[in-house]
């Protein structure tokens, strides 16, 4: 039977997802199930790493079930993952030793201080792209294996594995424990301009490298699964924002996308040269393809959606996410309120771990549709602090962004991001570029698509935003988001806002 469809598995951050995608590279099916967020203290935030697999292959099974499609019908298999989030394993049994520590949790911040005293950020800069943040695995998997009884005498005997979701995902697949360029990027265990296990970096960290997964090209043949009944080659494992990027087409220099998820992401390629910023955003290996390495430029927002899934689940404003753009729609404006969620600090360009979340200018008049839509504007505000940061970093200013992920959905929230950007914002048909990224990366492994040049004519507008707002009016509203942020923050924890 004709191998007509690639079949991507996407583990957010809160659900995890099948879809598959044909030649065209149309979503034909798909199919979702939420996990457990599990938070043991304030700042902590874990999953338990069988009910990520269990959610995953059960939406893999779904989404072929539904669709009436065969097994023989895929020609391959893509993984796209949140990235840092981390899960170390028993080799032998494959059973996790702990719930995976996800890349929001803070509880390494105090070790990362520790490191930044010591004199250890601008080499772990230089070799990795990244800053001495508990956002990374690096000080997650080292705080594992002290919690653990003879957690580093384990590890070092080859007994633990170490992973990604990604590489446990694979390892649940194929038995293979194997990660690629992209994810191990997020690490801060792996030099990015050698694409290697970094022996320094991993000594001062306390990480035995034998349970490290081997580091291998993004589009590779990682193995075979026989889980969903018939044979599937694994072709791609690649974290879920550089996926986005090449999703996005986004395959020339300077061209850059933002993913609006948990958080909010913004991606710009910088080609083949590992360039590193100087003002706080991270460079990041991209993907490894066709024998090269390509790399970003990335600005990330640890709160985007998820301060929305905070208003309906905490505080019980809102029945679904999607009610957001209603009720925000229902006002004019914020009526003065500004919601900074520093849930987990902030992240670029700000890099501060003490920030925490504030909502600034409540009077008698603001209601919940006031509250909602302060929410909505706190993402983009969050995503053109990085927009400007990065354009400070490379001298490209950006002329149009292309968005993806499930927030990109919100009407209001687009054309409020194009407001305060000035530049107009491009929306493609297909939202979902997270999945269809390893998709692609996936398909042109196996031949499915023939190389990158086919893949551009495949993108195609759904909806453009233009900007609104005078040069005057951007100037005003953003320096008020300015002022909020200053409030979420003590003494100087990084670079200040940019102003335009």
């Not at 990520?52 to 020609?75: H, N, Y």
């Not at 998997?141 to 007994?159: H, N, S, Y």
């Not at 551009?456 to 707002?469: E, K």
Request: charge should be negative.
């Amino acid at each position: 039977m004709a191998k007509k469809y690639i079949l991507a598995l996407d583990q957010g951050t809160t659900s995890s997802r099948s879809i598959l995608f044909d030649h065209a590279g149309t979503p034909v099916a798909s199919a979702q199930r939420e996990f457990r967020q599990i938070y043991p203290k304030a700042g902590w935030v874990e999953h338990d790493p069988e009910e990520i697999w269990a959610s995953q292959l059960a939406t893999a099974e779904q989404v072929l079930r539904e669709s009436g499609v065969g097994v023989e019908e895929v020609a391959a298999m893509g993984i796209t993952n949140q990235r840092e989030t981390t899960v170390v394993w028993e080799r032998a049994t494959g059973k996790p030793v702990y719930n995976a520590i996800v890349w929001q949790c803070r509880r390494t911040a105090e070790r990362c201080r520790e490191l930044k005293e010591a004199g250890h950020e601008a080499l772990f800069q230089a070799r990795t792209g990244l800053v001495l943040d508990a956002y990374f695995s690096g000080t997650k998997v080292a705080w594992i294996l002290e919690q653990i009884p003879e957690g580093r005498k384990r590890a070092e005997a080859g007994d633990l594995c170490f992973g990604t979701v990604d590489a446990w995902l694979l390892f649940k697949l194929t038995g293979r424990h194997a990660t690629d360029y992209s994810n191990a990027s997020r690490t801060l265990l792996f030099n990015i301009e050698t694409c290697a296990w970094d022996p320094e970096l991993l000594s001062i960290l306390g990480v035995p490298a034998a349970m490290l997964p081997e580091a291998l090209p993004t589009s590779h043949h990682f193995g075979d699964t026989t889980i969903l009944g018939g044979s599937v080659p694994v072709c791609s494992l690649v974290g879920d924002q550089q996926a986005a990027l090449f999703g996005q087409a986004a395959f020339s220099l300077g061209e850059a996308k933002n993913t609006y998820g948990t958080g909010c992401f913004l991606l710009m390629n910088i080609g083949k040269t590992c360039t590193l910023s100087k003002h706080g955003l991270l460079t990041t290996v991209a993907w490894g393809l066709d024998g090269e390495v390509t790399y970003a430029l990335e600005g990330s927002v640890f709160i985007g959606g998820a301060v929305i899934q905070w208003l309906r689940d905490e505080l019980g404003m809102l029945q679904s996410a999607a009610e957001s753009e209603t009720l925000a729609a229902a006002v004019e404006d914020t009526n003065g309120v500004h919601i900074v969620p520093a849930f987990v600090g902030l992240g670029a360009p700000y890099w501060d771990m003490e920030a925490k979340g504030i909502i600034t200018g409540l009077t008698r008049g603001v209601n919940r549709n006031h509250l909602v839509r302060a929410a909505l504007e706190s993402i983009s505000y969050q995503s053109a602090d990085v927009v400007e940061t990065m354009a400070l970093d490379t001298g490209v200013a950006l002329k149009t962004l292309r968005v993806d992920g499930g927030a990109s959905a919100n009407n209001l929230l687009m054309q409020h991001q194009s407001d305060c950007l000035g530049i107009g914002v491009e929306r493609g048909k297909t939202i979902e570029t997270t999945a269809l990224g390893a998709a692609y990366l996936a398909g042109i492994c196996v031949g499915f698509w023939n190389n990158k040049s086919e893949l551009i004519n495949i993108w195609q507008l759904d909806r453009r935003f233009d900007p609104q707002w005078t040069l005057a009016e951007i100037d005003t509203n953003r320096h008020k988001w300015h002022h909020a942020v200053r409030q979420t923050r003590t003494g100087d924890h990084g670079p200040s806002p940019p102003i335009i």
